[in-house]
């Protein structure tokens, strides 16, 4: 592994969903000292699920760092068995998440820890024992909710996700305002750099920086983010929608504009070019380069950029 030498081993903190982020912690992990980084994780689609606690983006990003990650579906084990989700299914109580075999004991497994321990201390041990360096800390250890109002009414997150599969028109998103894990704020503290992957912006990154005292912190950081639309959509699922119904532009500019009270630098797609100067018009430093994450190497490319200060 190369350790940059331009940045020394300080602490650097990744805020981060269940998709994009993790794509380019691949990266990350390949060039930077693992047990040097912090990541926060988006806790607002946590939720139980045939009797076990689903963390989902939590565990993306443990098995990212285990490289376990089934990388077709950012969710799950590569090459899990689906056994107990089959038997489930005959006996006409199916689930609505399709949950691996392995991938289920590692929730059954938090789902027993948290019955003495915080979501954070459950993840830590959990991390742990899958010989993991690098610190994830869930935003919050309070339970908390995500409602999207839509055409066809109020839904929870995995409804409108799975059930109706991202259709329906979104017109609100509302999540509950919980406190921030007590690692929270002292990892973005002493972070050298603190990164916002592409992750969606309104129900992956914004309940993390909502939280009471985060966007007041992060001002007095050094802030990079990669914008996870390129054009006007985005690289996969749902977040056009959201922005949308939010009242945001869905391009990088309309992701820039949600970050840039707090945000140093901002890594746009080639395609984007033309919007460069609109977007320096609310952020220092706009840099822009191929941020599609389809290879080691454009992972690799990318995670270089942004540790360059
Ligand atoms: P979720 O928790 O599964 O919703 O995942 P995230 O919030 O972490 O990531 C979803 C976002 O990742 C989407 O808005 C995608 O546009 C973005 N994304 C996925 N792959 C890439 C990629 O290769 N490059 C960029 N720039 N964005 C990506």
């Known amino acids: 592994m190369i350790t940059l030498n331009f940045m020394g081993v300080k602490v650097i903190t990744i805020l981060s969903g269940g998709t994009g982020t993790p794509k380019l912690i691949q990266g990350i992990k390949k060039i930077y000292d693992q047990s040097k980084i912090k990541v926060i994780v ?9 009797g ?4 989902a983006d939590i565990d993306t990003v443990m098995y990212t760092f285990a490289d376990l990650i089934n990388e077709k579906r950012w969710y799950g084990i ?33 789902t027993q820890l948290l019955k003495n321990h915080s979501l954070a201390k459950a993840v830590d041990i959990q ?6 360096k690098a610190k994830i800390i869930p935003m919050s250890n309070e339970k908390s909710q995500m409602k999207i109002i839509t055409n066809i009414g109020e839904l929870e997150f995995h409804q409108f996700l799975i059930s109706e599969k991202s259709e329906p028109v979104v017109e609100d998103v509302i999540f509950s305002n919980v406190k921030p894990a007590d690692e929270v704020i002292p990892a973005i503290e002493e972070s050298y750099m603190v990164i916002i992957g592409p992750s969606n ?11 009471k005292d985060v966007e007041k912190t992060l001002q007095n950081a050094y802030v990079v983010a990669v914008s996870p ?8 699922g749902p977040a056009g929608k959201f ?3 939010l009242g945001y532009e869905v391009s990088s500019y309309g ?3 949600i970050y840039s009270n707090f945000l140093n630098k901002f890594i746009i797609d080639n395609m984007d070019v033309k919007l460069k100067e609109k977007i320096e018009k609310i952020v220092e430093d706009v840099e822009v380069t191929n941020t599609k994450m389809t290879t080691t190497n454009t992972k690799k490319e990318l995670a270089k950029l942004i540790l360059k200060k």
């Open 78 to 110: 590569k090459d899990d068995t689906f056994i107990t989700n089959a038997e489930l299914d005959k006996l006409n109580t199916p689930e609505l998440l399709r949950i691996g075999d392995k991938d289920r004991a590692l929730k059954i497994g938090k």
């Open 229 to 236: 639309i390129i054009g006007s959509n985005p690289v996969s």
């Open 201 to 211: 912006p309104i129900t992956s990154i914004l309940p993390i920086i909502s939280m």
């Open 42 to 50: 988006n806790t607002l689609e946590n939720n139980y699920f045939s």
């Open 127 to 132: 991390r742990k024992n899958l010989n993991i």
């Open 52 to 55: 076990a606690y689903v963390a």
């Open 255 to 257: 992701v820039a504009s």
């Open 243 to 245: 922005m949308n119904a």
